[in-house]
């Protein structure tokens, strides 16, 4: 039970910015005690399963919250939903720790290299797969023109040399060169996929790297000189990934 209001106000504003910056789904709220006497406690109300190592059941919360340490209960609420009720500062402090402090670093690598990205003028969407893992999806501009840019940014300016990128064929040779390139660049394990399109979607590829991957590709980028002319360029919106 936390009984000081000051530091119930603190934490709950601690634990709002950690839930959003997460973008765990879910609200919190303060929860006065029933006995009336001036203490309360953190609730967490989970309106979503991603990105949690649990189901939205009481069994599983429970089990995750005990075996992390985490000093709170599990329940439900009128609706159903599972809340997570915190008992103390270092309740809040654990679980913001295991459940929410992963993520809310894979973002932030996330917004750097989007951010590395957007310098070049170079129209590729970040997205975080998981804690520890981010992918790059390049949509069809211009015959797969942003994933050229990018090795070229990356010192490969011939990368799409002999190559018909508007062929599958053509894509899947663009993707293994690339990989070779963003091997060499930022160690093993990158897998870049070419996803040839339809009558329904676009040629996409896909690059897969693990989230301190994308911090170091976010540095070699930043790091890099933009095209004399982007100055004076409008800056081009980012489309999303479907």
Request: proline share 3%; aromatic share 2%; charged share 25%.
């Amino acid at each position: 039970m936390i009984t000081d209001e000051s530091d119930l106000a603190a934490l709950e504003s601690v634990l709002v910015q950690a839930v959003d910056r997460a973008r765990v789904t879910g609200r919190v709220a303060l929860r006065e005690s029933v006995d009336g006497d001036g203490g309360g406690s953190l609730e967490l109300t989970l309106l979503g399963s991603s990105r949690l190592p649990f189901s939205l059941n009481i069994a599983e919360a429970t089990a995750w919250l005990e075996a992390a340490g985490v000093d709170a209960t599990a329940g439900y609420d009128d609706d159903h939903n599972l809340v997570i009720r915190l008992r103390g500062k270092t309740g809040v402090d654990h679980l913001v720790r295991r459940l929410l402090a992963p993520f809310m670093y894979a973002e932030s690598v996330r917004d750097q290299l989007q951010d590395a990205l957007g310098k070049h003028q170079l129209r590729v969407v970040v997205k975080v797969e998981d804690e520890t893992s981010l992918a790059l999806v390049v949509h069809d501009s211009d015959n797969l023109h942003d994933a050229v840019q990018l090795s070229a940014v990356l010192g490969a300016d011939s990368i799409s040399e002999g190559l018909k990128l508007h062929r599958p064929r053509g894509m899947r040779k663009l993707a293994a060169r690339m990989r070779l390139l963003l091997t060499g660049a930022l160690g093993a394990g990158v897998a870049v996929l070419a996803e040839p399109g339809c009558a329904h979607a676009e040629d996409e590829l896909r690059i897969h790297l693990t989230v301190e991957q994308g911090l170091r590709l976010a540095g070699r980028i930043a790091a890099q000189p933009g095209r004399p002319d982007q100055a004076e360029e409008d800056s081009v919106p980012v489309r999303e990934a479907s």
